[in-house]
């Protein structure tokens, strides 16, 4: 290599100086770009950074950007400077790379190539502790630009910032474990707290059935036995007195019926989420007055049967206290709940043009509450919000991806089987 020259020294400085402070991979680049563009004018330059595995790189780019850092990750196998990566080649110089057939090969992503007319180039390898840990990248628009000089003033350019981006890199992977771990605690104690809150739930549930059954349904079936040892007394009994019993032991039936429906949907197992969520729905506004206008639509095609029993009762669950809420606590004159679904994801929107919710707090308790526990469990994303722009009105989405990439975790799976009935409301 020739001797290095006083003012490639004080470029050489120059970047080095432009290094300091920076604890991003990309904005450390992108301030050094500048500098090396003093030494070798370019319209494009990048970085391209090997995973551990070496099997992936990821790319950095300064200036105007191409597709090659939109995603985060590349398949080296697919770079047009792999032999770089790989360590075959010391370097690439190209006049014009348009034609190079060394960055065009099957299954090359050589598409910004072409698409930002990078015609001369010269890559060079980042190497720290003893390997190639990536490529810096310059290019120009016009061909025939760069000699051998300048792949050696790239390689010292290279040479001086490797260590820094290679400790950059380091300290983004450990704060991303740091992160990990920590979102992994938050989860661990979200689901413990979740299925306390929701045991405390069940426990309340409990007692008001419990209240509900002794107060209403076993005192009305005390009257009809009463009457029936009555009449057994008269020794006769009217066609009319028969039909009032009929009728009680009827609406005995119906409470019963809702009771159960509640503490263990029938209509959702048998016919799927929409249709159980119209029932609720119908069945919530039944005796609303002013009475309350209600429409479902469903656009989904049936996505939300798929999902696994426990994360179904749980979506079931969340729709049917956002629905309660609003009858109980809004007073809307309307409700509406829609169904939809893209290739990957679930959505679930129920809103209502009633009082408004204002702020909601996802750690409140009672039926917002348990919402927000549920949608935890499952893995869901639930947002609470007004449904108009003037305030009126309250919007509940539920988001869930169809595929979800783990098992529901356990505490979800032990509480998500739903046995209680519908939570309190807010």
């Excluded at 060079?124 to 120009?140: H, T, Y």
């Excluded at 990957?344 to 702020?359: K, N």
């Amino acid at each position: 290599m020739s001797d290095v020259s006083p003012m490639l020294i004080d470029r050489l400085l120059a970047i080095s100086r432009a290094l300091a402070g920076h604890i991003d991979t990309g904005t450390a680049f992108r301030a050094t770009a500048i500098e090396i563009g003093t030494l070798i004018p370019h319209n494009h330059i990048d970085l391209a950074v090997l995973s551990h595995d070496r099997r992936m790189h990821a790319c950095y780019e300064a200036g105007f950007h191409t597709s090659w850092s939109e995603l985060s990750q590349h398949p080296v196998e697919g770079s047009p400077i792999r032999t770089v990566l790989w360590g075959e080649v010391p370097y690439l110089l190209a006049d014009d790379a348009l034609f190079d057939q060394r960055f065009h090969f099957t299954g090359a992503f050589d598409e910004p190539i072409f698409a930002a007319r990078l015609r001369s180039r010269i890559i060079v390898p980042l190497r720290a502790r003893g390997g190639i840990i990536g490529a810096l990248n310059i290019s120009r628009h016009e061909a025939g630009c760069y000699t051998l000089a300048d792949v050696e003033v790239a390689q010292q350019c290279a040479d001086l910032i490797a260590p820094y981006i290679f400790a950059l890199i380091q300290t983004e992977e450990a704060r991303r474990a740091m992160l990990a771990e920590s979102e992994a605690r938050n989860r661990v104690e979200l689901l413990r707290v979740g299925a306390s809150q929701l045991t405390e739930g069940m426990e309340r549930e409990r007692r008001r059935m419990a209240m509900d059954l002794h107060d209403q349904t076993l005192a009305d079936l005390a009257r009809i036995a009463r009457q029936l040892s009555a009449l057994r007394g008269q020794g006769v009994a009217r066609a009319a007195q028969l039909a009032d019993l009929e009728q009680e032991v009827a609406g005995c039936l119906t409470e019963l019926r809702h009771i159960v429906d509640d503490m263990r949907p029938s209509v959702l197992e048998l016919f799927g989420l929409r249709d159980a969520v119209e029932a609720h729905l119908n069945r919530s506004v039944a005796r609303a007055k002013p009475p309350i206008a209600v429409r479902i639509a469903d656009t989904s095609d049936g996505s939300a049967d798929n999902l696994p029993e426990p994360v179904r009762t749980a979506l079931y669950r969340i729709v049917q206290e956002a629905i309660n809420n609003a009858v109980r606590h809004a007073a809307p004159r309307r409700i509406d709940v829609l169904l939809a679904s893209t290739a990957s994801m679930l959505r679930v929107i129920v809103t209502d043009d009633g009082q408004g919710c204002g702020t909601v707090d996802p750690a409140a308790h009672g039926g917002i509450g348990h919402m927000h526990t549920r949608a935890a469990l499952i893995g869901a994303r639930l947002r609470i919000g007004q449904a108009g722009r003037k305030g009126g009105g309250t919007r509940v989405v539920i988001e869930i991806d169809r595929q979800p990439s783990r098992q529901l975790p356990d505490a979800a799976a032990a509480t998500a089987p739903d046995q209680q009935a519908v939570p309190e409301g807010v």
